[in-house]
């Protein structure tokens, strides 16, 4: 069985917290589930659960709209010509640089996890 995140935990696990009260901002995933049709969470219990396939596309979408500051309807157009085709052979494209970013901050909880490893003994 494929595991599935709640609306908060993704929203925790891609940063989308208030910076006073660090509460999660669930509101942004709920207006990307009406602008972005491919965004489909499972409801149950009138709660909503994501897939990875979700959360993969999610992060990209975040990465899109917010870390590279596109609109709404940029990255919709992106989406629909399916980045993930038009990139794999670009050196300087956006999943490339998408995936450079996703594996710098993955290697810096390794080595964070590693370095407490060592300290702790």
Do not use: C
């Not at 599935?4 to 509460?23: E, F, H, R, S």
């Not at 596109?70 to 998408?98: A, F, P, Q, R």
Request: aromatic share 12%.
């Amino acid at each position: 069985m494929k595991k599935l995140i709640t609306i908060t935990k993704l929203t925790n696990l891609l940063g989308l917290l208030d910076p006073v009260t660090k509460k999660p901002k669930n509101y942004i995933l709920r207006y990307w589930e009406n602008e972005f049709k491919e965004i489909k969470p499972k409801i149950i219990n009138r709660r909503r659960y994501y897939n990875n396939k979700q959360v993969a596309l999610i992060k990209l979408i975040k990465f899109l709209h917010k870390d590279k500051k596109m609109s709404i309807n940029e990255t919709k157009k992106l989406l629909k010509y399916k980045i993930n085709k038009l990139d794999d052979n670009k050196s300087y494209g956006l999943k490339v640089h998408y995936y450079k970013e996703y594996f710098k901050i993955k290697s810096k909880f390794v080595l964070d996890k590693i370095n407490k490893l060592k300290k702790n003994g």
